[in-house]
């Protein structure tokens, strides 16, 4: 631009690299985030009709048009996390005296209805994960994935990223690398140690057709000998969710919540469950709690003769 660069963008781009380097976002908030605060740079341009913009030129009117605009076209889900895209850019710089005031706290967060999550009874879990029962490479394999997946709650990017050293089958733990690159340790049952323990023997099978090529660290293979990854892992939930609970819509975050809700039903400890999602905070694992007791409450409607007048009248009481 005429002048030199854009005060604008270098201090979006002063707040990426605070996201990136020393917040340690994950690189898909980091891209999301930049996407967000481009379109919103290029929206003010375009509002203001200048050719260089300031951070404080931005005001709360200019934020509101842009939001109008934008649910036009996009889900409340998708406006919700602009919103917040804009909101941690202007706090950056206001923690650091750059601006006076934040006028993106003065935006209205869109309502979002959250769906409830996907949830398996504890005899379909364990259909789901049993249904690789062969004896092939591949079946022990998808049998160790579904058993970490359900027995330890991990993230599917989670699993894919597990290598052969971040597994203690003694132990009864896994090292896992979550979110901000947060490093945690996870138990597993003696079910998953066995499953991990059977497809061990086999990983060698695992090879490149043609040049027998094999990646050295991955704890998980793909049929090329490669580590497996994010979207195989998701068609392999899939899968299994037909086969062996009937359900086709299936996904790996289904599992976590499914591991999620019956630790709590167990009487595990919100904090102790916190720990092992690996979850920044305690509000997101209070998810789960909603979540038992409107499945409850699901449960009594169904089954319970008190439920209904029409089945109190049939049974006299």
Same mark, same amino acid.
């Given at each position: 631009?005429?002048?030199?660069?854009?005060?604008?963008?270098?201090?979006?781009?002063?707040?990426?690299?605070?996201?990136?380097?020393?917040?340690?976002?994950?690189?898909?908030?980091?891209?999301?985030?930049?996407?967000?605060?481009?379109?919103?740079?290029?929206?003010?341009?375009?509002?203001?009709?200048?050719?260089?913009?300031?951070?404080?030129?931005?005001?709360?009117?200019?934020?509101?048009?842009?939001?109008?605009?934008?649910?036009?076209?996009?889900?409340?889900?998708?406006?919700?996390?602009?919103?917040?895209?804009?909101?941690?850019?202007?706090?950056?710089?206001?923690?650091?005296?750059?601006?006076?005031?934040?006028?993106?706290?003065?935006?209205?967060?869109?309502?979002?209805?959250?769906?409830?999550?996907?949830?398996?009874?504890?005899?379909?879990?364990?259909?789901?994960?049993?249904?690789?029962?062969?004896?092939?490479?591949?079946?022990?394999?998808? +049998? $160790?994935? @579904?058993?970490?997946?359900? =027995?330890?709650?991990?993230? !599917?990017? /989670? *699993?894919?990223? %597990?290598?052969?050293?971040?597994?203690?089958?003694?132990?009864?733990?896994?090292?896992?690398?979550?979110?901000?690159?947060?490093?945690?340790?996870?138990?597993?049952?003696?079910?998953?140690?066995?499953?991990?323990?059977?497809?061990?023997?086999?990983?060698?099978?695992?090879?490149?057709?043609?040049?027998?090529?094999?990646?050295? +660290? $991955?704890? @998980?293979?793909?049929?090329? =000998?490669?580590?497996?990854? !994010?979207? /195989? *892992?998701?068609? %392999?939930?899939?899968?299994?969710?037909?086969?062996?609970?009937?359900?086709?819509?299936?996904?790996?975050?289904?599992?976590?919540?499914?591991?999620?809700?019956?630790?709590?039903?167990?009487?595990?400890?919100?904090?102790?469950?916190?720990?092992?999602?690996?979850?920044?905070?305690?509000?997101?694992?209070?998810?789960?709690?909603?979540?038992?007791?409107?499945?409850?409450?699901?449960?009594?409607?169904?089954?319970?003769?008190?439920?209904?007048?029409?089945?109190?009248?049939?049974?006299?009481?």
């Amino acid at each position: 631009m005429p002048g030199g660069p854009d005060p604008l963008a270098q201090d979006i781009e002063r707040f990426m690299l605070h996201l990136r380097n020393e917040k340690r976002a994950s690189s898909h908030t980091v891209e999301a985030y930049r996407s967000d605060l481009a379109q919103l740079e290029t929206f003010a341009h375009e509002r203001t009709g200048r050719e260089t913009l300031k951070l404080e030129d931005i005001d709360i009117f200019v934020l509101r048009a842009w939001l109008g605009t934008l649910a036009r076209s996009l889900a409340a889900s998708s406006v919700s996390r602009k919103v917040a895209a804009a909101r941690a850019l202007f706090r950056f710089h206001q923690r650091r005296g750059r601006i006076q005031k934040n006028p993106a706290a003065e935006l209205a967060t869109p309502k979002l209805r959250r769906p409830l999550p996907t949830l398996l009874d504890v005899d379909s879990a364990r259909e789901v994960v049993e249904t690789p029962s062969g004896d092939d490479a591949r079946s022990r394999r998808d +049998r $160790a994935a @579904l058993e970490l997946l359900y =027995g330890s709650g991990l993230r !599917v990017s /989670e *699993l894919a990223g %597990l290598d052969l050293g971040d597994v203690d089958v003694h132990a009864g733990t896994v090292r896992v690398l979550g979110k901000g690159n947060k490093e945690r340790i996870v138990p597993f049952g003696g079910p998953c140690a066995e499953a991990i323990g059977a497809w061990l023997q086999v990983r060698d099978e695992l090879r490149h057709p043609r040049t027998g090529e094999q990646d050295p +660290r $991955a704890l @998980l293979l793909s049929v090329r =000998g490669r580590r497996i990854g !994010v979207r /195989e *892992l998701q068609l %392999l939930v899939h899968k299994y969710g037909a086969l062996g609970a009937g359900r086709a819509d299936l996904h790996p975050h289904a599992m976590r919540h499914t591991c999620a809700t019956h630790m709590l039903g167990g009487g595990a400890d919100l904090r102790a469950i916190q720990e092992m999602l690996g979850h920044a905070s305690l509000s997101t694992t209070q998810r789960y709690t909603h979540v038992s007791i409107e499945h409850l409450m699901r449960v009594y409607d169904q089954a319970h003769p008190l439920a209904h007048p029409s089945r109190t009248r049939r049974t006299g009481r």
